[in-house]
């Protein structure tokens, strides 16, 4: 009988074993869910108007929401392919969300972009606008600043898309 209970001991401890591992990789992992806004431009004044609303309004109503690390970047041509990328990191949805509503309510944040927000729909500060959402992989679960030297013009970042 010794040995019977040692066999059943040995398979009860495995199972355990087995169900604190699996229950671990299930448990979710800290990521980050990314916001990166696309502005389209047809003319340098919808470029200022909305460069002056993100100075102005959006950054600063984002920073206030404890949003520090917001990265706005431009093509190497920005000449030739007018486009402005925004890049904003947040915990969650649902923090995405909670910020959405709490900007909705910032007296500071409309007042401050009140030209852009209430701009007429044949006048807008850009041609098009797109907002496209990412979680982080669990590899990388979250956005870091690389340490590059030099200056901003000479750094380069690349945002790369995988379809299939």
Same mark, same amino acid.
């Given at each position: 009988? &010794? *040995?019977?209970?040692?066999?059943?001991?040995? $398979?009860?401890?495995?199972?355990?074993?087995?169900?604190?591992?699996?229950? $671990?990789?299930? =448990?979710?992992? &800290?990521?980050?869910? *990314? @916001?990166?806004? +696309?502005?389209?431009?047809?003319?340098?004044? @919808?470029?200022?108007?909305?460069?002056?609303?993100?100075?102005?309004?959006?950054?600063?109503?984002?920073? @206030? @929401?404890?949003?520090?690390?917001?990265?706005?970047? /431009? &093509?190497?041509?920005? +000449?030739?392919?007018?486009?402005?990328? +925004? +890049?904003? &990191?947040?915990?969650?949805?649902?923090?995405?969300?909670?910020?959405?509503?709490?900007? #909705?309510?910032?007296?500071?944040?409309? $007042?401050?972009?009140? /030209?852009?927000?209430?701009?007429?729909?044949?006048?807008?500060?850009?041609?098009?606008?797109?907002? *496209?959402?990412?979680?982080?992989?669990?590899?990388?679960?979250?956005?870091?600043?690389?340490?590059?030297?030099? $200056?901003?013009?000479?750094?380069?970042?690349?945002? =790369?898309?995988? #379809?299939?």
């Amino acid at each position: 009988m &010794p *040995i019977n209970n040692y066999k059943i001991f040995k $398979t009860f401890f495995s199972f355990l074993l087995f169900l604190c591992f699996f229950t $671990t990789s299930l =448990r979710a992992k &800290p990521a980050e869910f *990314i @916001q990166i806004i +696309v502005y389209h431009f047809a003319n340098d004044a @919808q470029v200022i108007e909305t460069e002056n609303y993100l100075k102005a309004a959006y950054l600063p109503a984002l920073h @206030q @929401q404890k949003l520090n690390r917001i990265g706005v970047f /431009k &093509p190497i041509d920005f +000449v030739a392919d007018k486009r402005l990328f +925004v +890049v904003i &990191p947040y915990a969650s949805f649902a923090h995405y969300n909670k910020v959405s509503k709490l900007l #909705e309510l910032d007296k500071n944040y409309l $007042t401050s972009g009140d /030209k852009y927000i209430k701009s007429a729909y044949n006048d807008a500060p850009y041609i098009r606008k797109e907002i *496209i959402f990412l979680n982080s992989f669990s590899t990388a679960p979250f956005l870091q600043k690389p340490n590059l030297k030099g $200056t901003v013009a000479d750094k380069v970042y690349e945002l =790369r898309s995988y #379809e299939s």
